[in-house]
C-alpha cells in the first residue's frame, strides 16, 4: 500500500511538473494563432492555417517517432540498461535526421503543385513549411527521450521553448513585419529549433549511469510490426480529426467561410491538447509498472481523471 501511494504521489508531482510549462508552450501557440487571426488578412490567414494543417499532418509519423522511443526509452531505464539507451540515442537521432532531410526535400519539390491545389500566390510559404517539416520531424528524438527518462522539468523547458520560439518569430513577423502567411509559417521551423536546442541540453544532462538506479531484471520486450502500425494509424486518425477539416474548408468555402471556420475550430483544438500533458506523464510510468510488475490500472484510472478535470476547467475557461 505504501509503495502504491509513493507511486500515486509521483505521478501527481510529474504532472504537477510539466503542466505548467505545457500551459505556457500552449498559450504561445493559441496567442500566434490569434495574433494570424487578427493581423492578416482572410484570405491569407485561410491559407496560413491550411499549410499549418497540412503541416501537421505531414509530420504525424514525428509524434509516431516520439512516441516508440518514449516506450523503448522508460523500458531501458526501468530495466538500467543506460549503457544501451545511449547507444540507441544516436541511433535515433541518424535515422530521424535523414527523415527529415528527405521530408524537406521532397515538399520543396513539390511546391509548385502545391501552391496550385492551396490556391497560393507565392511558393515561399511552402518553402518555408518545408524546413518546418524537416525540424519539426527531428524534434521529437529529444522530447521522446526526456519523456521516457522521465524528466518533466527538461520536456516541460522544451515544450514551453517550442511555444515561445513560434510567438516570439511568428508575432513578430506577422503583426510587425506584415510579411503574411509567409511571415507566419516561419514561426514553425523557430519553434522547432528552439525545442530541439533545449531537448537535446536536457537530454545531455540526463542521459548518464549514474542518474538511474537499477530496478530488478525482468526481460526486454521488442517492438513488433503490428505495434508500429497500430500507433500509426491513432496518431494519423487524431491528427485528420484535428486538422483535415481546416484543410477541406480551405477547398471547398470562400476564404472568409475558411477563415471564419478555422477560428472556431481553435477551440476545440486548445480543448483537446489541454489533456494532453496528462497522457504524455502516463505513457512512461505505465511502461515503467508494466516492466517491473507495478500496479498498471491504478496509474491509469488515476491518469485519466486528472485528464478529464484538465480538460473541463480548459473548456470552461475558454467558453467562460
Do not use: C
Not at 510549462?21 to 500552449?26: E, M
Request: glycine share 10%; hydrophobic share 55%; aromatic share 8%.
Amino acid at each position: 500500500m505504501a509503495a502504491e501511494r509513493g507511486t500515486t504521489a509521483q505521478l501527481l508531482r510529474d504532472n504537477a511538473t510539466l503542466i505548467p510549462f505545457f500551459v505556457v508552450g500552449s498559450a504561445a501557440t493559441s496567442i500566434f494563432q490569434l495574433v494570424m487571426a487578427r493581423f492578416l488578412e482572410p484570405e491569407s490567414y485561410a491559407a496560413a492555417i491550411a499549410i499549418l494543417g497540412g503541416l501537421s499532418l505531414l509530420v504525424t509519423p514525428a509524434h509516431v517517432i516520439q512516441t516508440l522511443i518514449a516506450r523503448r526509452t522508460a523500458e531501458l531505464v526501468a530495466l538500467g540498461e543506460i549503457v544501451t539507451l545511449r547507444t540507441s540515442m544516436r541511433l535515433y537521432a541518424r535515422r530521424v535526421g535523414l527523415i527529415s532531410i528527405t521530408l524537406a526535400i521532397g515538399i520543396a519539390a513539390a511546391a509548385p503543385i502545391l501552391q496550385s491545389v492551396l490556391q497560393l500566390e507565392s511558393p515561399w510559404p511552402l518553402v518555408i513549411a518545408a524546413i518546418g517539416a524537416g525540424t519539426l520531424t527531428f524534434e521529437p528524438v529529444a522530447r521522446g527521450l526526456l519523456q521516457g527518462t522521465r524528466n518533466f522539468m527538461g520536456l516541460g523547458f522544451t515544450l514551453a521553448s517550442h511555444g515561445l520560439g513560434r510567438i516570439a518569430v511568428g508575432g513578430i513577423t506577422v503583426a510587425a513585419f506584415t510579411w503574411g502567411p509567409t511571415g507566419a509559417l516561419l514561426a514553425s521551423p523557430a519553434s522547432a529549433i528552439s525545442g530541439i536546442v533545449m531537448g537535446w541540453i536536457g537530454v545531455r544532462r540526463n542521459v548518464q549511469p549514474s542518474r538511474h538506479p537499477r530496478p530488478v531484471k525482468a526481460p526486454v520486450s521488442s517492438f513488433t510490426p503490428p505495434e508500429y502500425v497500430r500507433v500509426t494509424v491513432i496518431l494519423f486518425v487524431v491528427a485528420g480529426l484535428l486538422h483535415l477539416d481546416v484543410l477541406v474548408a480551405k477547398i471547398v468555402f470562400s476564404p472568409i467561410e475558411a477563415a471564419e471556420y478555422a477560428a472556431l475550430s481553435l477551440v476545440g483544438r486548445m480543448v483537446f491538447w489541454g489533456g494532453t500533458a496528462i497522457g504524455t506523464v502516463l505513457l512512461p510510468h505505465i511502461v515503467w509498472h508494466a516492466t517491473t510488475g507495478g500496479n498498471v490500472m491504478r496509474t491509469y484510472i488515476m491518469s485519466l481523471l486528472l485528464m478529464t478535470i484538465v480538460v473541463t476547467a480548459t473548456a470552461f475557461t475558454i467558453l467562460k
